[in-house]
Nanobody, 119 residues
Framework: QVQLVESGGGLVQPGGSLRLSCVAS????????MGWYRQAPGKQRELVAS???????NYADSVKGRFTISTDNAKNTVYLQMNSLKPEDAALYYC?????????????WGQGTQVTVSS
């Protein structure tokens, strides 16, 4: 069982920055793909950014060039640095750990952290 705890959300003005953190219960980054997802009211949850165990990253087109995902193995923490925030970035952001092994999908989620972008 993997536990994920997010933090770092809050209220920020358009153009501002936030850094989200997700602490995992143990050293899992070598075995799991880590991701940040978000869900705005009335919308489906969407992938924002992900990072594989090999360090390959993937970003939604809407955040490319503004957001950066990274990991700190020593702290069992995955980060999402968000710059140049826009009102449309406002959502509940979730941390995710995913691994597919022998046909079994292991999929864990944090409780979410709220990001509000407003002047």
């Amino acid at each position: 069982q993997v536990q994920l705890v997010e933090s770092g959300g809050g209220l920020v003005q358009p153009g501002g920055s936030l850094r989200l953190s997700c602490v995992a219960s143990g050293s899992i980054f070598s075995r799991y793909r880590m991701g940040w997802y978000r869900q705005a009211p009335g919308k489906q949850r969407e992938l924002v950014a992900s990072i594989t165990s090999g360090g390959s990253t993937n970003y939604a087109d809407s955040v490319k060039g503004r957001f950066t995902i990274s990991t700190d193995n020593a702290k069992n923490t995955v980060y999402l640095q968000m710059n140049s925030l826009k009102p449309e970035d406002a959502a509940l952001y979730y941390c995710n750990a995913y691994r597919g092994v022998a046909g079994i999908q292991l999929d864990y989620w944090g409780q979410g952290t709220q990001v509000t972008v407003s002047s």
